[in-house]
């Protein structure tokens, strides 16, 4: 694939992810600057392009010169796209970001341009939700080709189906797909900003002017190169200005899920959101810390008409985001990209936190996460919700675990707030269990069975199926009826005994059977640790 379409672009060190190093050179801006003629506007750039050019070879200018040279070429040329980009993009490289953002509002050229400039410096300088400001009103603004070419950038972040999804679409197409992508790969849903796709959108630009740079010297980048800053961001190698000198390991996280999940995120497991994934076509560092995605959380859904009641916990116990307390903890819920998310926080010492919310019918993407003053983020992800119910159908909610306490209503929300925040359950602690079943009868007679089986792998059941696996199958029945219930929801609670359970992984099912013979199945995955 050929990137000539990137209008080149300059600056080999335009780092744009803000843990890499710059050099430093104090450069002021000029005070003033005779205006030139329209007529002069092409002698105007072939000065500034040649004070750029003198800023290498054996006799280089100093960069304190070449600024000014190309401030008063702005002056001049006010309107000058290639002016107005290495005035930005040149202060940048020095980390002077007053100057950078300066000769960013400064800037009197396209307006789509002026804007990507001043999203790249505030990139740079963390401000992330001003940068995606910035970001958004540049693409908004750009001409219609410069949009599609920048979609040709996008397509290097992707792998399987939604990469192939993303290769049959046309430019408008991508448009609406890269609202989802950048929805997904947002690293936290807690926080307003998406500095994954203001990364991504300041390496654009910062390859923009790369290119710009090499033409100067009639020199061409590599694709393979233009990609690698693309997927990886600028690899921190580079030591006399614009002369690589070695080179280093890029690192970060996968943001964008490669499964599956790209294409059906309400559909998606946690470990389709796993951010080390080797199939990953993409990195990104972000400036706050490790991002820790071990955590084991609870969620269940109860059916309240035409909308379900959400209950969610998480426990960090012991866990390095926990050490000193102040978690901020949130649970996020969203249909989709075009879907106002349903957030909701916790903010306290404790370690353990239990949040409500009650949202469509319909499955979610739901993200639980935890941010600190300094020792990193932590999330989990995945979809969720109730298999569809034909109206008048027994159906069952969610199970959901708690402490048990002797004397709890059997209702939602007498029992939601004793719910466990983990399904890593220890030998010993005491287990209730709740669950809501509808569309039953009155006076129907109930028989409940609750399986407790080891979940195994292709040779773990291979093991079982010949008689030599150590772990058993536990099924326990019993019978109920609806006598006195409120019909629309009926819930229930059950002690559950693990105490028996070596460590390991396991599924509990539960088995509602009526009086006519209708049945309904409901499942959650816990672990044993010993």
Same mark, same amino acid.
């Given at each position: 694939?050929?990137?000539?379409?990137?209008?080149?672009?300059?600056?080999?060190?335009?780092?744009? !992810?803000?843990?890499?190093? *710059?050099?430093?050179?104090?450069?002021?801006?000029?005070?003033?600057?005779?205006?030139?003629?329209?007529?002069?506007?092409?002698?105007?750039?072939?000065?500034?392009?040649?004070?750029?050019?003198?800023?290498? $070879?054996?006799?280089?200018?100093? @960069?304190?010169? #070449?600024?000014?040279?190309?401030?008063?070429?702005?002056?001049?040329?006010?309107?000058? /796209?290639?002016?107005?980009?290495?005035?930005?993009?040149?202060?940048?490289?020095?980390?002077?970001?007053? $100057?950078?953002?300066?000769?960013? +509002?400064?800037? +009197?050229?396209?307006?789509?341009?002026?804007?990507?400039?001043?999203?790249?410096?505030?990139?740079?300088?963390?401000?992330?939700?001003?940068?995606?400001?910035?970001?958004?009103?540049?693409?908004?603004?750009?001409?219609?080709?410069?949009?599609?070419?920048?979609?040709?950038?996008?397509?290097?972040?992707?792998?399987?189906?939604?990469?192939?999804?993303?290769?049959?679409?046309?430019?408008?197409?991508?448009?609406?797909?890269? +609202?989802?992508?950048?929805?997904?790969?947002?690293?936290?849903?807690?926080?307003?900003?998406?500095?994954?796709?203001?990364?991504?959108?300041?390496?654009?630009?910062?390859?923009?002017?790369?290119?710009?740079?090499?033409?100067?010297?009639?020199?061409?980048?590599?694709?393979?190169?233009?990609?690698?800053?693309?997927?990886?961001?600028?690899?921190?190698?580079?030591?006399?200005?614009?002369?690589?000198?070695?080179?280093?390991?890029?690192?970060?996280?996968?943001?964008?899920?490669?499964?599956?999940?790209?294409?059906?995120?309400?559909?998606?497991?946690?470990?389709?959101?796993?951010?080390?994934?080797?199939?990953?076509?993409?990195?990104?560092?972000?400036?706050?810390?490790?991002?820790?995605?071990?955590?084991?959380?609870?969620?269940?859904?109860?059916?309240?008409? !035409?909308?379900?009641?959400?209950?969610?916990?998480?426990? *960090?116990?012991?866990?390095?985001?926990?050490?000193?307390?102040?978690?901020?903890?949130?649970?996020?819920?969203?249909?989709?990209?075009?879907?106002?998310?349903?957030?909701?926080?916790?903010?306290?010492?404790?370690?353990?936190?239990?949040?409500?919310?009650?949202?469509? !019918?319909?499955?979610?993407?739901?993200?639980?996460?935890?941010?600190?003053? $300094?020792?990193?983020? $932590?999330?989990?992800?995945?979809?969720?919700?109730?298999?569809?119910?034909?109206?008048?159908?027994?159906? @069952?909610?969610?199970?959901?675990?708690?402490?048990?306490?002797?004397?709890?209503?059997?209702?939602?929300?007498?029992?939601?707030?004793?719910? %466990?925040?983990?399904?890593?359950?220890?030998?010993?602690?005491?287990?209730?269990?709740?669950?809501?079943?509808?569309?039953?009868?009155?006076? !129907?007679?109930?028989?409940?069975?609750?399986?407790?089986?080891? +979940?195994?792998?292709?040779?773990?059941?291979?093991?079982?199926?010949?008689?030599?696996?150590?772990?058993?199958?536990?099924?326990?029945?019993?019978?109920?009826?609806?006598?006195?219930?409120?019909? /629309?929801?009926?819930?229930?609670? %059950?002690?559950?005994? @693990?105490?028996?359970?070596?460590?390991?992984?396991?599924?509990?099912? @539960?088995? #509602?059977?009526?009086?006519?013979?209708?049945?309904?199945?409901?499942?959650?995955?816990?672990?044993?640790?010993?």
């Amino acid at each position: 694939m050929s990137f000539r379409g990137f209008p080149h672009a300059m600056l080999i060190l335009l780092v744009v !992810d803000p843990a890499v190093s *710059f050099w430093a050179v104090g450069v002021g801006m000029p005070s003033a600057a005779p205006q030139a003629s329209p007529a002069d506007s092409v002698g105007t750039l072939r000065g500034a392009m040649a004070a750029l050019r003198s800023a290498s $070879g054996p006799a280089r200018t100093p @960069l304190a010169l #070449v600024l000014r040279r190309l401030d008063e070429s702005a002056l001049r040329s006010p309107g000058d /796209d290639w002016i107005a980009g290495h005035r930005v993009g040149l202060r940048v490289g020095q980390q002077n970001w007053a $100057g950078a953002m300066a000769a960013a +509002r400064d800037c +009197r050229a396209s307006e789509w341009w002026c804007a990507a400039l001043r999203g790249l410096v505030l990139h740079a300088t963390g401000e992330f939700a001003q940068a995606e400001a910035a970001f958004d009103r540049a693409l908004d603004r750009m001409p219609h080709d410069v949009r599609c070419e920048w979609m040709e950038a996008l397509q290097l972040l992707l792998n399987g189906s939604l990469s192939r999804e993303f290769a049959r679409a046309d430019c408008q197409e991508r448009v609406a797909l890269e +609202r989802r992508i950048w929805w997904m790969a947002d690293p936290l849903h807690l926080t307003p900003e998406n500095d994954r796709k203001t990364a991504h959108l300041a390496r654009v630009v910062a390859m923009r002017l790369h290119h710009q740079w090499l033409d100067l010297r009639n020199e061409t980048c590599a694709d393979t190169h233009h990609e690698s800053v693309i997927r990886g961001g600028w690899q921190p190698y580079w030591g006399e200005i614009y002369t690589p000198s070695g080179e280093a390991m890029i690192v970060g996280y996968n943001f964008i899920p490669a499964s599956e999940a790209g294409v059906r995120p309400e559909e998606s497991i946690p470990s389709d959101w796993n951010l080390t994934s080797l199939a990953g076509g993409e990195l990104y560092d972000p400036p706050y810390g490790p991002i820790y995605t071990n955590l084991n959380p609870q969620a269940a859904f109860f059916r309240r008409g !035409d909308s379900v009641a959400v209950a969610a916990g998480i426990e *960090f116990t012991g866990h390095p985001l926990a050490i000193r307390g102040g978690l901020e903890v949130g649970l996020i819920l969203a249909r989709d990209e075009s879907d106002t998310p349903t957030i909701v926080r916790s903010q306290g010492l404790g370690n353990r936190f239990v949040f409500r919310a009650v949202v469509a !019918d319909q499955r979610h993407l739901v993200s639980i996460e935890a941010l600190t003053d $300094g020792r990193g983020v $932590g999330r989990t992800r995945f979809g969720h919700g109730l298999p569809e119910r034909a109206p008048g159908d027994v159906a @069952l909610s969610d199970l959901l675990l708690f402490d048990w306490r002797d004397g709890l209503e059997q209702e939602l929300d007498a029992v939601a707030p004793h719910m %466990l925040g983990t399904s890593r359950i220890r030998p010993g602690r005491q287990v209730g269990m709740f669950w809501e079943m509808y569309g039953l009868e009155q006076d !129907d007679a109930i028989e409940l069975s609750l399986t407790t089986a080891p +979940r195994r792998g292709l040779l773990a059941n291979l093991a079982a199926a010949i008689g030599i696996a150590g772990r058993e199958s536990v099924r326990t029945t019993w019978q109920d009826a609806t006598e006195g219930d409120e019909l /629309d929801i009926v819930g229930r609670t %059950l002690r559950i005994d @693990l105490s028996r359970l070596s460590p390991g992984d396991y599924t509990l099912e @539960l088995t #509602v059977r009526t009086g006519n013979g209708e049945t309904a199945v409901a499942s959650r995955e816990i672990q044993i640790v010993g």
